[in-house]
């Protein structure tokens, strides 16, 4: 999929990762294209599941004072299955399958240490198939992005 992005796909994406909020005419005048050709590139990027818009907040100023990364380890023949599970909670903000120690890697954001509690016990620990789980919670985020700088493509 990523060799189906061409330079001018690489470059829209770049423009909309520092400001999601510019005007496709912004964009396109930058770009030396029609606002036309962004809005339909733009569609056909989100359409595929490459470009996303979305609202970013920052847990800790909106209550969370309490985040984690969870290593859970859990029966293999139900990977994808507890996963889903695990997915649906509202605390949890990603989860990614993974190959090694653990099956999954979980983070979550809480409002306090007891509210993290709550989770682990009430909600991962109920999940049939969970078997353990390492929680490492966050002293301090030293560097967080959300956005992705598409290489250029070159030409040999």
């Known amino acids: 999929m990523a060799d189906e992005l061409d330079p001018t796909d690489r470059d829209i994406i770049k423009a909309f ?13 930058a ?9 339909q590139r733009v569609q056909r ?14 847990p ?4 969370y ?3 984690a ?19 649906a909670f509202d605390e949890v903000i990603y989860l990614t399958i993974t190959a090694g120690a653990y099956n999954f890697l979980v983070e979550v954001t809480c409002m306090d240490n007891a509210h993290l509690l709550r989770f682990l016990t009430d909600k991962l620990y109920s999940v049939e198939g969970v078997r353990e789980a390492e ?5 301090d985020i030293v560097k967080e992005i959300y956005a992705w700088d598409p290489p250029r493509a070159t030409t040999d």
């Open 60 to 63: 800790l100023k909106i209550g």
């Open 135 to 139: 929680t490492f919670i966050y002293l």
């Open 31 to 39: 770009l030396g294209v029609s606002p036309g050709m962004i809005r």
């Open 17 to 29: 990762k520092g400001d999601g909020r510019l005007p496709f005419s912004t964009v396109a005048a």
């Open 45 to 58: 990027l989100n359409e595929r599941g490459i470009l996303q818009f979305a609202a970013v907040t920052n």
């Open 69 to 87: 990364l969870i290593g859970v380890k859990a029966d293999g023949q139900r990977i994808e299955e507890i996963a889903r599970q695990i997915a």
């Open 65 to 67: 004072s309490t985040m």
